[in-house]
């Protein structure tokens, strides 16, 4: 049985080709989806601002250790190309930013 980790990973995009109706649709939603209600989840959380240039999607993804950092970027850009298209969005390339939460060092302050 392999070790699992867990990875914080940022997809980030640019909106591309909305359409009228997609864009009132994002823009009618714009207030739920701000910095205010960044999260890291397994389902997603999408954030943009009124400009509707650019939009992030965080995910937390749980994957074999073994697979490392760049299974957990695709498994997180399939989600987020998944959960745009539901959207009826259009978007541009996809980049990601992985932190596996197993390996990260915390740094305490001494007493």
């Given at each position: 049985m392999s070790t699992r980790?867990?990875?914080?990973?940022?997809?980030?995009?640019?909106?591309?080709?909305?359409?009228?109706?997609?864009?009132?649709?994002?823009?009618?939603?714009?207030?739920?989806?701000?910095?205010?209600?960044?999260?890291?989840?397994?389902?997603?959380?999408?954030?943009?601002?009124?400009?509707?240039?650019h939009f992030s999607v965080r995910y937390v993804v749980v994957s074999d250790a073994a697979d490392g950092e760049e299974m957990a970027a695709v498994i997180a850009e399939d989600r987020a190309e998944t959960a745009l298209k539901a959207l009826g969005c259009g978007f541009g390339e996809l980049r990601s930013t992985v932190t596996d939460m197993d390996t990260m060092k915390i740094n305490r302050k001494g007493r």
């Amino acid at each position: 049985m392999s070790t699992r980790h867990t990875y914080r990973v940022i997809v980030r995009g640019t909106w591309d080709g909305l359409t009228d109706e997609s864009r009132g649709r994002l823009l009618a939603h714009v207030d739920n989806h701000g910095l205010t209600q960044m999260r890291f989840t397994e389902e997603g959380s999408l954030t943009y601002d009124r400009a509707l240039k650019h939009f992030s999607v965080r995910y937390v993804v749980v994957s074999d250790a073994a697979d490392g950092e760049e299974m957990a970027a695709v498994i997180a850009e399939d989600r987020a190309e998944t959960a745009l298209k539901a959207l009826g969005c259009g978007f541009g390339e996809l980049r990601s930013t992985v932190t596996d939460m197993d390996t990260m060092k915390i740094n305490r302050k001494g007493r």
